[in-house]
């Protein structure tokens, strides 16, 4: 009888861990190990070396960040530490133990001024801290690991975390108005879409030795909005009595600059694994349906 295959879970507490944890019992076939801050801290080489010598991982999806965008401004050291060394690090473990190591990455690391989907392939230049540790993680992972596979994702919730969609339930549940941006456009990601993906991905089989540009994919739901957008069907669909303003980005001023374009083609991706991405709404939905029991 053949061993089931190990995938590693790192950054089991965040919105796409706690995903992958919800899935897990959908997928028998594969056995799944969920490690956080606590139990792994994947900047310490020596935690990570012991962890790989212990268990046979056929897989690694890397779902740790650090994710504060506007303190990354400030605890640059921090951002870099998470999301840039220690993706070499797993990258470079997962090689010599024949790992497939799967890294999740950001729109962010694009400068937001395109004007049509950015293909994976197309130039990076991030405007914030966030997106430049995330780029670096990238450019280390397929450094240290060429059979690395990077997911770069937007605009994240779930039904676990904080994220957009639980902050405008409870704001719009104490006020009675709402301002929110309307010149940042961008797709939407259900994180359990995504980890849903992701496993389809492992499924289908991930092919080896491709270029480095073949290794990069993006993922988020099909459609393009914006955040007032978004704040306006969460809405409607929850039929909250809060009205939502639209208002310029020079009206909330952030201490890191975001992108205002952060649209991304999926085309790869849906091609090679023949994924059909659901649309942003009917995934909205199904995330309030879990919020709004």
């Known amino acids: 009888m053949l061993p089931v295959p190990t995938i590693l879970i790192t950054g089991a507490k965040g919105q796409l861990g706690n995903e992958f944890r919800s899935l897990a019992a959908s997928f028998p076939q594969y056995h799944f190990l969920f490690t956080d801050r606590e139990t792994l801290a994947i900047d310490d080489a020596d935690a990570v070396k012991k962890y790989f010598e212990k268990h046979s991982l056929q897989y690694c999806i890397n779902c740790a960040a650090y994710t504060a965008v506007d303190k990354a401004e400030t605890e640059q050291d921090k951002a870099f530490a998470i999301n840039a060394v220690a993706t070499g690090l797993l990258a470079a473990m997962c090689k010599q133990y024949h790992t497939q190591f799967i890294h999740i990455s950001t729109d962010y690391v694009f400068d937001g001024n395109g004007t049509v989907p950015y ?157 059909r991405i659901p649309f942003w709404k009917d995934s909205l939905k199904t995330c309030l349906s879990i919020l709004l029991k």
């Open 119 to 275: 293909q994976p392939s197309s130039t990076t230049h991030p405007v914030n801290t966030y997106g430049a540790s995330k780029l670096k993680g990238e450019q280390l992972a397929l450094q240290e690991n060429e059979d690395s596979i990077i997911i770069r994702t937007s605009w994240v919730y779930s039904s676990f975390g904080n994220n957009f969609v639980k902050t405008m339930l409870r704001l719009m549940k104490e006020r009675e108005s709402l301002n929110v941006v309307n010149d940042q456009q961008g797709c939407p990601t259900y994180a359990a879409d995504l980890a849903h993906t992701i496993m389809q991905m492992i499924e289908k089989g991930i092919p080896a030795h491709q270029s480095q540009q073949e290794r990069v994919f993006h993922y988020s739901n099909e459609g393009v909005i914006t955040w007032y957008d978004f704040a306006v069907a969460i809405q409607q669909l929850s039929n909250l009595n809060c009205t939502v303003h639209p208002i310029p980005t020079s009206q909330y001023p952030t201490p890191a600059k975001r992108p205002h374009y952060s649209v991304m083609d999926t085309t790869s991706l849906r091609n090679n694994f023949g994924i």
